[in-house]
């Protein structure tokens, strides 16, 4: 990027300006933290094929910032390096920083130790937070600011906050948060997104703002109650849901093609600018899945395909085809089109029981009145073991303030049952014995209103027929180390033929010619996690929908790889079965 290469990009009274010219911003969200950053190239390429000319993404605080001060932007975290890849490919940017972000990703992407913090009060003008949340912002545009379109980037507009009239109306929040954003040298213009009610845009926006909506169905009527708010400028569809989210449990939600694409064809015909969510859903790789929770804890599942016009794989469907007819009447798109992958390698890989790495002794020696709870222990993955004696050997009704959110319940090392949050369920029968240990899952953190935070674990004192269960120890188990550490182990070790209770290791390899895609089929395991290569491919869970894990081409290698999987249920088929297509589950239109 040079100062030859700088362009101007403004708002104008019925139009955004791209150098002086109206433009119509036809943009798509490309999620860098959702693609391994090795096919970040390959999808931006295909959303301008289908006829875009912007990339929109969010950020995600927590991807960068997982520990308070130690900051990250390498890797999959190299925002930097995404966006250069968007000006390669001759496209605009949009930067969504938040700091929340909601995107059915864990917390809403807001770091666990942030919202975890007393006294703390999110999304607000609390000192406290706007502190943490100035710090955040600035170090985003210290990768944005630099490649705004004015200093030959791509970065055309930059939005604030997100959604916020669905959450509070704290206008000092707001325009404190503009403030930030300018004095870090953001001149682009900035906007904000809400769904378009006369009281979430009123109580979401903030003066010299320009407003957007979020919406995927009534275009005509949802752009005339956007233009009441904001009367000049240019309409703008920020977030056009063309799919939907899926949770464990329930089926795989699509939206049929030929509706999307009226849709869109009213938006375009209305002069709208429009932004896809999503164009490329990705992955909720490793443990960042969120979850919803109006009455009833759901967690997302691994994949984020959202149904979108790039599949998961990365391959253009039936709705790719059809937004780009409807683009095409409104704009310019490229003759070349993406090639569809062929089928995947097909194969199976026998898996050997392991032994489980050792965990800290430190642990066992350190006894709480009652559980504490994931963020006590500043524990950031997904398991925690809990035991305690039982008072008297005596057997009767183990009952606990809350599960969070899953929980596998011995006595002696013999199984008496599980707890689910989503089934409402804090107790069961356990029968006499000395020792209870109960292994409990973090299954996804909520990501939405007012349970963002919330603490993990067993939550508030256990009881045994009404007699408090106190002396306990509590081991947090890092589902990736143990996953690496199984994968790096010289030979796996045998002696893990008398585990009785889970976790369940198992481990294999197998040689690839050279790297594919891959989708790991999962319909024959209980619930937990799988690795390739050290790399945490995500969770898997019998209860579906979702029912083969993305391994992408990426992620592997030519000659040997390995896999381990971290089994929580049951371990009754021993072969890790790779399939030639992805299996997402029932559809629901």
């Known amino acids: 990027m040079t100062a030859a290469d700088a362009r101007s990009f403004a708002i104008g009274e019925s139009d955004f300006l791209l150098d002086g010219e109206p433009f ?7 999620h860098y933290f959702r693609v391994h950053p090795g096919q970040w190239a390959d999808r931006i390429r295909k959303a301008r094929l289908m006829g875009l000319n912007t990339i929109e993404t969010y950020v995600a605080w927590n991807a960068h910032e997982q520990v308070r001060g130690e900051w990250d932007a390498t890797g999959w975290n190299d925002l930097g390096a995404f966006l250069d890849l968007v000006a390669a490919e001759g496209m605009h940017a949009i930067v969504r920083p938040g700091p929340y972000i909601c995107a059915e990703w864990h917390n809403g992407g807001l770091p666990v130790w942030l919202t975890g913090m007393p006294g703390i009060g999110l999304r607000r003008s609390e000192p406290l937070y706007l502190a943490e949340v100035t710090a955040y912002l600035q170090r985003v545009y210290d990768i944005v600011a630099p490649r705004q379109i004015h200093r030959g980037g791509p970065v055309v507009l930059v939005q604030i906050e997100n959604e916020y009239g669905a959450y509070g109306n704290d206008s000092a929040y707001l325009e404190h948060l503009v403030r930030v954003t300018k004095d870090a040298g953001i001149t682009v213009p900035l906007t904000t997104i809400d769904q378009p009610t006369d009281q979430m845009l009123s109580d979401g926006s903030v003066a010299g703002v320009h407003m957007t909506g979020s919406f995927g169905s009534r275009a005509t009527e949802r752009l005339a109650t956007l233009r009441r708010h904001q009367p000049t400028g240019p309409l703008m569809c920020a977030e056009f849901w063309d799919g939907w989210f899926d949770w464990w449990g329930n089926a795989h939600h699509t939206t049929p093609a030929a509706a999307s694409a009226a849709e869109l064809d009213a938006l375009l015909g209305a002069g709208a600018s429009v932004s896809f969510y999503m164009f490329h859903g990705g992955t909720n790789f490793g443990l960042t899945n969120g979850a919803n929770d109006k009455g009833r804890y759901l967690p997302i599942v691994t994949s984020y395909d959202y149904d979108a016009p790039l599949d998961e794989r990365g391959d253009p469907t039936d709705k790719y085809f ?49 559980p504490p709870s994931f963020e006590e222990l500043g524990h950031l993955s997904a398991l925690v073991s809990y035991e305690a004696e039982l008072p008297g050997g005596r057997g009767g009704v183990l009952r606990f303030g809350e599960v969070r959110d899953h929980a596998w319940v011995s006595v002696d090392g013999v199984s008496v049952g599980t707890l689910s949050r989503t ?19 973090e299954q996804g953190r909520v990501n939405y209103d007012t349970r963002l935070g919330e603490s993990k674990g067993l939550v508030g004192s256990v009881t045994l027929d009404g007699v408090q269960v106190s002396g306990w120890t509590a081991t947090p188990i890092d589902v990736a180390v143990w996953g690496r550490a199984v994968a790096d182990a010289a030979a796996p070790s045998s002696d893990a033929a008398g585990t009785t209770v889970a976790p369940f290791l198992l481990r294999g390899s197998f040689p690839l010619e050279s790297p594919a895609d891959l989708f790991l089929d999962t319909a024959g395991w209980g619930k937990g996690y799988a690795l390739v290569n050290g790399f945490l491919l995500g969770r898997y869970w019998s209860s579906g929908p979702q029912r083969t894990l993305y391994v992408p081409a990426a992620a592997v290698r030519a000659g040997e790889n390995s896999i381990v999987v971290i089994e929580l249920d049951r371990v009754t088929d021993p072969v890790a079965r790779f399939v030639a297509e992805p299996e997402l589950g029932p559809r629901e239109e």
Not at 423 to 441: F, I, K, N
């Open 423 to 441: 089934r409402h369920e804090d107790a069961l029968v356990v029968p006499e014995g000395r020792r209870v240990r109960v292994l409990v899952e």
């Open 322 to 370: 059809a937004f780009r007819d409807v683009i095409a009447r409104y704009a310019p798109v490229p003759d070349e089109v993406p090639e569809v992958s062929g089928a995947a390698p097909v194969f199976e890989v026998p898996l050997t029981a392991v032994a489980a790495p050792g965990t800290s002794a430190a642990s066992a020696e350190v006894r709480h009145e009652a």
């Open 24 to 30: 119509r911003v036809l943009a798509g969200a490309l």
